[in-house]
């Protein structure tokens, strides 16, 4: 038998389970952003003043110019709905009573993608300005959820 010739009593696969589990560092950058929410219910960015661009979240590289970035920016927490779609069914896919609305929210140059609440489905709109609502500071874990939802305000 050569070593192109197919083994006909070779096994063709292993059978069994592999446990596979992973987890994903925030990285430098990532830890900032998220320690600002955290212990400062605070949305930053990262300047490139070189591409006059505010990275939120905040990045350690500005992607257009790969240049480093350590100026971090506070944006506020009011940002503006680019766009939104509505969920009908819940995680586990039983459907919802009152559609969740997710939006993708402008800061900056960048953005986050969140829920909105306090808002009727019909009343969301393109461009509408929404304000961070976070948990208790002692309740936060650093994370987006820290973030209970964007929440419209009034004077547009
Ligand atoms: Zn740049």
Same mark, same amino acid.
């Given at each position: 038998m050569t070593l192109l010739e197919h083994d006909k009593n070779a096994p063709k696969a292993w059978y069994g389970n592999l446990p596979v589990t992973s987890r994903y560092t925030f990285g430098i950058a990532g830890e900032k952003f998220f320690r600002a929410i955290k212990n400062e219910g605070k949305i930053m960015g990262t300047r490139c003043q070189k591409c006059e661009r505010v990275y939120v979240p905040g990045t350690?590289? %500005?992607?257009? %110019? +790969?240049g480093k970035l350590d !100026?971090?920016? /506070?944006? $506020?927490t009011i940002g503006e709905v680019k766009t939104f779609t509505l969920l009908y069914?819940?995680? /586990?896919g039983t459907p919802r009573e009152i559609p969740e609305a997710i939006a993708f929210i402008a800061f900056g140059d960048g953005g986050i993608i969140h829920r909105l609440g306090v808002v009727a489905v019909e009343e969301i709109n393109i461009g509408m300005k929404v304000e961070a609502v976070f948990k208790e500071k002692e309740d936060r !874990? $650093?994370? *987006? +959820? /820290? *973030?209970?939802y964007f929440k419209p305000i009034s004077d547009g």
């Open positions: 350690s590289f %500005c992607e257009r %110019c +790969l !100026e971090w920016v /506070d944006v $506020g069914q819940n995680y /586990d !874990e $650093g994370s *987006i +959820l /820290d *973030i209970v």
